[in-house]
């Protein structure tokens, strides 16, 4: 998974109850655009460390493209 400052972490609720979360990827502490990563969740307004699991997706904002 590889991602630039400004693309959205899509995280898919896989299970009962859960719900798709959607944030912007604010910071990078890899180079090479690798995980972990600084967001800011759209729902909750707030910001934390993501370690992207198996269920989540990058989309770049310009292209609505999905990446890794």
Known sequence: MKAE???????????PGSHRRVGVITGLHHDDGSPPYDVHWLDQDHDCLVFPGPDAHIEHPATGRQRG
């Open 5 to 15: 400052v400004g693309d959205r972490l899509v995280l898919e609720g896989t299970r």
